[in-house]
């Protein structure tokens, strides 16, 4: 089943992954589900977070992405007093549990 009908599909929820990573290298993984997932050699565990839905449009202009996670986890730690000196960013990518064939998909990538 391809990603998209998984998608239309009720009975199969979307699992997000997300990576936060500096220039450094990669700071932190999570994914929205119960269970680990690896995907391209790295551990997401699993972690209270989620964000607002990706809104699509024809303008090249930024949007922004709110991402919620518990306030005691290690990302929201780096931003409690101020921000970060190194720009973090984010890439989340989606996949749906269920499926057996299942396509992981670059949902979302900013700073």
């Known amino acids: 089943m391809s990603y998209n009908a998984v998608e239309k599909s009720i009975e199969l929820s979307p699992a997000e992954l ?23 050699s790295e551990v997401y565990k699993p972690e209270i977070i989620d964000s607002d839905a990706v809104e699509l449009t024809d303008e090249t202009e930024a949007k922004t992405l709110t991402v919620r996670v518990p306030r005691k986890s290690s ?16 890439s989340i990518y989606r996949k749906h549990w269920n ?11 900013g700073m």
């Open 18 to 40: 997300y990576k936060f990573y500096d220039a450094d290298g990669t700071i932190k993984t999570y994914n929205s589900g119960l269970e680990d997932i690896t995907y391209l």
């Open 99 to 109: 499926d057996e064939d299942a396509e992981y998909v670059a949902y979302w990538t």
């Open 75 to 90: 990302i929201a730690g780096l931003f409690l007093v101020y921000a970060p000196i190194q720009q973090i960013w984010l």
